[in-house]
């Protein structure tokens, strides 16, 4: 088997395991997304729970101000609920931070896989920020 031979077996192997890393990246990518879809949804839950609670809470007091006590744990129950909902928040933007961690690490992995079978590729045109558009490669748009 001639060098060129060996390096083109060696370089579809790489390309194999650089697949496999991608593979394993967008699938960790994906169930961040479906884990972030469902925060989003119980968020918006929370917001929609926290608008009707305080729609109760000027039925109650236009109704009767004998109604303290209702209104004093409905505020309450919306209190709790906003910070739940911020909560959401802030695990919405974690996630969203995980998720391009999880591809950026990924990419920079199979970088360096493939700059340690290939030293004298010059890898600088390759970035997570690029695509491939017409065989070209182009910033993302």
Do not use: H
């Amino acid at each position: 088997m001639s060098k060129l031979e060996k390096r083109s077996t060696e370089r579809e192997t790489l390309l194999g395991e650089v697949e496999q890393d991608w593979d394993k990246a967008a699938k960790e990518l994906s169930e961040t997304a479906t884990e972030l879809a469902r925060v989003r949804e119980e968020n918006s839950g929370f917001k929609q729970k926290a608008d009707e609670l305080e729609l109760e809470i000027t039925r109650v007091r236009g109704e009767n101000d004998g109604f303290k006590e209702k209104i004093d744990e409905l505020q309450l129950e919306v209190t709790q609920v906003r910070e739940e909902n911020n909560e959401f928040k802030t695990k919405i933007d974690e996630l969203q931070l995980e998720a391009a961690q999880v591809l950026t690490a990924g990419f920079g992995a199979a970088l360096e896989q493939f700059a340690c079978k290939f030293p004298d590729i010059d890898l600088s045109e390759f970035s997570v920020y690029n695509e491939v558009v017409d065989g070209k490669i182009m910033p993302l748009t």
